[in-house]
């Protein structure tokens, strides 16, 4: 991703060779911030404060915040600790306990001293291949976006509408839902963004922040407009990211997306999903069974003595889904398709 015409990633090793420097996302959009890790509880705290977010980047991170541990001591004791302690930051991301038991099938075997050295190149490998897929995913929908422009019949901008942020700050690379925006830019179908403010946390400001850095037309608006607009036939089609995807196509997501999903239902608006295939996870097989995180009430900053209520995520029933789009092509949000892309990870 640019940031001042220089490209980079959302989290790299340090000089020294062993530290962990990641973008402070809670510094964003007014302040861009480098940060370093140098221990286990450093990457735990980044992943919980959200310093990092986004399903794909979690998951790295993790792996990352392993590599740490087990730098100096890669004893069982620090292993199972270090696991534990990454595994209990946040709930609803399935990415992070597939980069977790990914780690540990690789690591346990080894001997103690194999294990730090090992942990740093699979961490590496994993924010590598996160970034090839989030390519992937772009150069698909990219693909998609050019066949509802030419759909349109006119020049005017295809119009998306996105919620949260699912781009470059969300993975190692280019992103999930916005990979798309990027590469459909990059080739010259006007493309204007819809985006949403995502409150409490206000994720839309990074991607509003991100689509400038590329030079993508973009205009925020508040989380409830997105409805008037869809009404108003000015949105083409919504696009948005995923935490965790159920057997069946359900989609966990940034709060306030099941909204978005049936507002789009309503007034015949396609409603796509970026999926990775480390956000699919096939062990659940509806999506009430994904744990929604619950954030801490102080977040709305309404003050001591006001009853809050912060859930993190929603689930949007596949059924509100047109198509996930994965880094091996676009299908329907159910099991067979599911399992007719990815055959390997059905059970």
Not at 11 to 25: C, N
Not at 193 to 216: C, F, I, Y
Not at 248 to 266: E, P
Not at 317 to 344: H, M, Q, Y
């Amino acid at each position: 991703m640019r940031v001042d015409g220089r490209w980079r990633r959302t989290i790299w090793l340090g000089s020294d060779g062993w530290s962990v420097e990641i973008v402070d996302q809670t510094a964003l959009p007014g302040r861009f911030e480098i940060v370093r890790l140098a221990t286990v509880e450093d990457a735990a705290r980044a992943i919980t404060s959200m310093q990092v977010r986004g399903a794909p980047l979690i998951g790295v991170a993790a792996g990352y915040g392993l590599a740490l541990a087990l730098r100096t001591d890669g004893s069982d004791r620090v292993l199972e600790s270090a696991l534990a302690m990454l595994g209990s930051t946040r709930p609803t991301a399935v990415n992070l306990q597939w980069a977790l038991d990914r780690c540990k099938a690789v690591l346990a075997p080894l001997a103690p001293a194999e294990r730090g050295p090992a942990s740093y190149r699979l961490a590496a490998a994993m924010a590598d291949e996160d970034a090839e897929t989030c390519h992937r995913i772009g150069e698909t929908g990219a693909a998609l976006l050019a066949e509802r422009h030419g759909a349109l019949g006119d020049q005017r901008p295809l119009q998306i509408l996105t919620h949260c942020n699912a781009g470059w700050l969300a993975t190692v690379d280019w992103g999930t839902a916005l990979a798309p925006i990027y590469l459909a830019h990059d080739a010259g179908i006007p493309v204007h963004v819809w985006v949403d403010e995502t409150r409490p946390r206000n994720q839309g400001l990074l991607t509003a922040w991100e689509l400038g850095q590329h030079g993508v037309p973009h205009t925020v608006i508040v989380d409830n407009a997105g409805g008037l607009l869809m009404r108003k036939g000015r949105v083409d089609l919504c696009m948005v990211g995923t935490d965790r995807v159920a057997r069946n196509g359900d989609v966990a997501n940034k709060i306030g997306t099941y909204l978005k999903a049936l507002a789009a239902f309503d007034n015949g608006v396609p409603f796509y999903v970026a999926a990775p295939s480390s956000s699919i996870d096939f062990s659940v097989a509806t999506g009430h069974l994904i744990p929604l995180e619950e954030r801490r009430p102080d977040e709305l900053g309404l003050g001591p003595g006001v009853a809050v209520t912060n859930p993190a995520f929603d689930v949007t029933p596949a059924r509100l889904v047109t198509a996930l789009i994965t880094e091996r092509g676009v299908c329907r949000a159910a099991e067979a398709d599911l399992g007719a892309l990815f055959p390997e990870r059905v059970r």
